[in-house]
């Protein structure tokens, strides 16, 4: 049955208002996607306007707002849901957010809008009432802090709203950087609370930070060990770059020079990570080699090197892309390295690995963050400031496992010395059940090497610093008192002598008569040398037959004179060899005054060295 032409005229008016309804949903849709979402701006003390700002990217020419505002369409729309948000990542182009709201019948009247990302370069905010004039405020790191209208380590605008109207704003921003742009709408008092958590937590972990550095300074002075020094300026930088991300650098440290503020994250994170690369290469040691990854600490401490040079004279944003990506890469290869080390369990290094990794993993989500792969929010914005905290409390675990892990080795070699102990003690019961004459020889022998044991100890602390045959200090005390006499002489403004001296004639005594009455010469020298001075004077032996003397609180060479009398008589007299056998020795004695002579010590051996030289005889010597 066909419908009837009123049928027919029903079903296509219906059918054109379904179309109509659809063109005008479509329409909303369009129109929903070009502008942001509307809100309402009342009586909450913040709101976050980061999920209701429509989006523009142009990557040509720098538009203007009257520009913009013809291209509406071409806004993506508010994603309220989404978990980026306004995070762009690194980009050059410039990023438009638009934004209409309107007020409730009661606001207050004076708001701060924040976009708190501090290494923005630009950052344009177009402010106007519906229908009226837009106002420009300017901000951005390219202008020094002292500049800024409101003084903030984010960028501030001023905004004043009135009752029940219709707002509109546009925010202009480009950065050579990474491009987060988190926008809040602030009360002035609830700003300034966030601010003191915030300001809190920063130097929370500047404190941290400056504790694990000066902690790491007293390990290289106490240890003297290179791997603390190269962590302290690795510390040192990654707080430095950190601070550039905070904006605390253009706050406090450069407020009138806006390049170094801009320049400061990337440039301080280049170098932050070149000696992080040393510093891993030199701590893992034989780990790389072992992987055959000797390689690639080295490349990345050069690619990080050419970041900051590049961030210097070449471009901030190609060198802002290497340093994330390179910090990705550093991740992954120490991440693998550390990795190997912990399996290989090596001793005192678990923890200090766990802290390192611990930074690792910070640099990594930091890195995915600039990138735009991760969302802005509180852990991956302070990814450095978590993983640095981290890293110092894993440190001072690693010094407490390195401690303990020496207590463990000596408790071990109680129990290993208490079990031989033991054994001994068995097998002495078993002979004296055995034989009980054998117990008397077996108690002598253990005393004898107990004795024994005992004599070698001191044999090793004597030889340390002591000659063997004379029993006088060597070089290496002789310097320890040298070094010590000087400290004295510097901080009392007094004076110490250094003689030489050689003795003449040993030669022909050690020819004729052979090396044991040679070193019974020596031997007798020593006693009378070391019988003339004071106890609190060093007498070292350098040579065969040379010695050295430290003669403290001298006053002048008068004195000197004095001593070298005493030293003379005492050491000329004749020495008994053996039998009716005596011979006579010559001494020349060569005098330096500190400071008189000279003020290092190197100098003063070189005066002390000629002088001898100069006193030595050409008469034969006397033997009877």
């Known amino acids: 049955m066909r419908p009837s032409s009123g049928e027919r005229t029903s079903k296509s008016s219906f059918a054109c208002r379904i179309c109509w309804l659809y063109f005008l949903l ?77 007020t409730a019948d009661a606001v207050p009247e004076r708001w701060l809008l924040e976009v708190a990302h501090a290494s923005l370069d630009r950052v344009d905010l177009y402010f106007a009432e519906q229908d009226s004039e837009y106002q420009l405020q300017q901000a951005g790191d390219l ?92 510390v040192a930088f990654l707080a430095l770059g950190q601070a550039g991300l905070a904006g605390l650098v253009g706050q406090f440290i450069w407020p009138n020079n806006a390049l170094l503020t801009h320049l400061s994250p990337t440039a301080s994170v280049s170098l932050a990570g070149l000696f992080g690369a040393i510093f891993v290469q030199r701590f893992l040691g034989a780990t790389p080699r072992s992987l055959k990854m000797y390689w690639v600490m080295p490349v990345i401490g050069l690619i990080y090197a050419l970041t900051f040079l590049c961030t210097l004279f070449i471009s901030y944003f190609y060198a802002a892309l290497v340093v994330n990506i390179t910090s990705m890469m550093f991740a992954v290869a120490a991440l693998i390295m550390g990795g190997a080390s912990l399996y290989r369990r090596h001793p005192g290094a678990r923890f200090f690995v766990l802290a390192w990794i611990s930074l690792l993993l910070s640099i990594l989500v930091m890195a995915l963050h600039n990138l735009g792969v991760l969302p802005s929010n509180a852990f991956t914005t302070n990814a450095l400031l978590f993983g640095s905290a981290a890293e110092m409390l894993l440190l001072s675990l690693a010094l407490a496992d390195r401690i303990n892990s020496i207590q463990h080795t000596q408790d071990q070699a109680q129990q290993e010395a208490l079990a031989v102990n033991r054994t001994m003690l068995g097998a002495l019961r078993d002979n004296e059940r055995q034989l009980e004459t054998r117990v008397a ?142 011979v006579s020795i010559g001494m020349s004695i060569g005098v330096a005054m500190y400071p008189d002579d000279a003020q290092d010590i190197d100098l003063l051996y070189s005066v002390a060295d000629r002088a001898m030289y100069s006193a030595k005889p050409v008469s034969p010597m006397s033997v009877r």
């Open 143 to 234: 202008l020094p802090f002292s500049a800024k209208a409101l003084p903030h380590r984010h960028h501030l605008f001023e905004l004043n709203l009135l009752p029940d109207r219709q707002y509109s704003l546009y925010l202009r921003v480009a950065s050579q950087g990474t491009l987060s742009v988190p926008v809040t709408l602030w009360q002035p008092d609830a700003l300034w609370a966030s601010d003191q958590f915030s300001y809190s937590f920063l130097s929370l972990y500047y404190g941290l930070a400056l504790g694990l550095l000066i902690y790491n300074l007293f390990l290289f002075f106490s240890l003297r060990e290179k791997l603390y020094l190269i962590y302290v300026p690795f």
């Open 26 to 102: 479509a329409s909303w849709c369009l129109a929903s996607q070009a502008v942001a979402s509307e809100l309402q701006v009342g009586g909450d003390s913040s709101y976050a306007l980061s999920g209701h700002l429509a989006s523009l990217t142009n990557a040509g020419p720098e538009l203007t707002l009257a520009q913009v505002q013809t291209r509406l369409d071409q806004f993506d729309a508010a994603e309220a849901q989404s978990i980026s948000a306004t995070n762009f990542g690194l980009t050059q182009d410039e990023v438009w957010l638009h934004l209409n709201f309107s």
């Open 441 to 582: 020889e077996r108690t002598l022998e253990l005393e004898a090497a107990n004795t024994q044991l005992q004599v070698s100890k001191q044999l090793l602390e004597q030889q340390a610093n002591h000659d063997t045959l004379t029993g006088l200090a060597n070089r290496k005390l002789l310097t320890d008192r040298l070094e010590g006499a000087q400290l004295r002489a510097r901080r009392t403004n007094s004076s110490f002598a250094l003689m030489m001296i050689d003795l003449d004639w040993f030669k022909a005594i050690n020819d004729q008569h052979g090396h044991q009455a040679g070193d019974r010469v020596l031997i007798e020298v020593a006693g009378r040398l070391k019988a003339a001075l004071r106890d609190v004077d060093t007498v070292a032996r350098v040579g065969g037959d040379e010695f050295v003397l430290v003669i403290e609180s001298v006053s002048n060479h008068a004195a000197l004179t004095v001593i070298r009398e005493k030293l003379l008589q005492a050491v000329l007299q004749p020495i008994h060899l053996h039998d009716e056998m005596w």
